[in-house]
């Protein structure tokens, strides 16, 4: 199985401040034949159901706020919001659907400061 | 807009068979995958596994030996199966609509308890 781990596992950032969170993988899970990688970033708030950001690492699903960016490649990955907004209070998963099982990381949790 | 909807009993005893339902609504079941993940209580997200609408899955290794997961394109549902349960299955189950889970369900509470 490919391990996702992400840090932290908690993060409290001032309104305003950018706030980033890292996902690392075991593995690569970057497809050479099409140079895409197989990463996921998902938001999930208490009683909702997680809510898609990310695929491909960096393709912002539609909706999304542009504050929020994807980037990386290969086994390091990185999840940026740019100017905190408390509506962002959640706990934040990547995951990859490069090898079966289609492991999630640890989950981190972001709060205001 | 697809829509996703969760189905089935909130409890089940332990060792029988947990079956859950998932209706796809707003759009066909036709070309896409669909997924089963789940959250234990207090735990992080689990994927448990996911078919394609022509009804080829592939599954967690973790949960294999006990799992079924079918679609029935017909009704515009895929479902799961999952066997001789342990209080370790209690969780809330979501179904999803792509590997990489662009649509949810609300998802549903199961509790495994006698």
């Known amino acids: 199985d490919i391990v996702m781990t992400q840090s932290p596992d908690s993060l409290a950032v001032s309104l305003g401040e950018r706030a980033t969170i890292n996902c690392k993988s075991s593995q690569s899970v970057l497809y050479s034949s099409n140079n895409k990688n197989y990463l996921a970033w998902y938001q999930h708030k208490p009683g909702q159901p997680p809510k898609l950001l990310f695929y491909w690492a960096s393709t912002r699903e539609s909706g999304v706020p542009d504050r929020f960016s994807g980037s990386g490649s290969g086994t390091d990955f990185t999840l940026t919001i740019s100017s905190l907004q408390a509506e962002d209070v959640a706990v934040y998963y990547c995951?990859?659907?490069?090898?079966?099982?289609?492991?999630f990381g640890q989950g981190t949790k972001l709060e205001i400061k | 807009q697809v829509q996703l909807q969760e189905s089935g009993p909130g409890l089940v005893k332990p060792s029988e068979t947990l079956s859950l339902t998932c209706t796809v609504s707003?759009?066909?079941?036709?070309?896409?995958?669909w997924s089963w993940t789940r959250q234990p209580p207090g735990k992080g997200l689990e994927w448990i596994g996911y078919i394609s609408y022509s009804g080829s899955a592939n599954y967690n290794p973790s949960l294999k030996s006990r799992l079924i997961i079918s679609v029935d394109t017909s009704k515009n549902q895929f479902s799961l199966n999952l066997s001789s349960v342990t209080a370790a299955d209690t969780a809330v189950y979501y179904c999803?609509?792509?590997?990489?889970?662009?649509?949810w369900g609300k998802g549903t509470t199961v509790t495994v308890s006698s």
């Open positions: 707003g759009g066909s079941i036709s070309g896409s995958y």
């Open positions: 999803a609509r792509d590997t990489y889970l662009a649509v």
């Open positions: 995951q990859q659907y490069y090898s079966i099982p289609h492991t």
